[in-house]
């Protein structure tokens, strides 16, 4: 069993300045209910089924497989509920923690979220000074539901 347990934030894009070597990922959702959602991803030529649970404070569980590379192109065409999400995602280390950060394209153009993965859903983090405010608990913002309610219509 995995447990993913991360906090979300907006950020400010001029404090952070140049972002280098990002990737372009374009996810969509089999499913999506209260207990789990079930996700294909593709990033540059890898290609994933991930499955997360339903979220306590901020830990979940998740699995993820990889899958073939074509199979996903097709899923996210064929069987994807739509819109898709496109975003690119930048990693940045700051103290002992590396954070992703999404910039998103499309429906959800405008919006730039920051992720820190945690060891525990206490642990302590040293912000850095691009963090604008913390959206771990604002359902709006997991990918799931940017699908069904995009950035633009809020």
Known sequence: MALEIERKYLIDLEKIGTLENGVRIKQGYLSTNKDAVVRVRVKNDKAYLTIKGSNSGIARLEFEYEIPLNEANEMLEKLCQKPVIDKTRYLIKHDIH?????IFYGDNEGLVVAEVELSSEDE?????IWVKEEVSHDDRYFNSN?????????
């Open 98 to 102: 590396t954070w992703e950060v999404d």
């Open 124 to 128: 302590h983090i040293n912000l850095p």
């Open 146 to 154: 940017l699908m069904k309610l995009p950035f633009k219509d809020w």
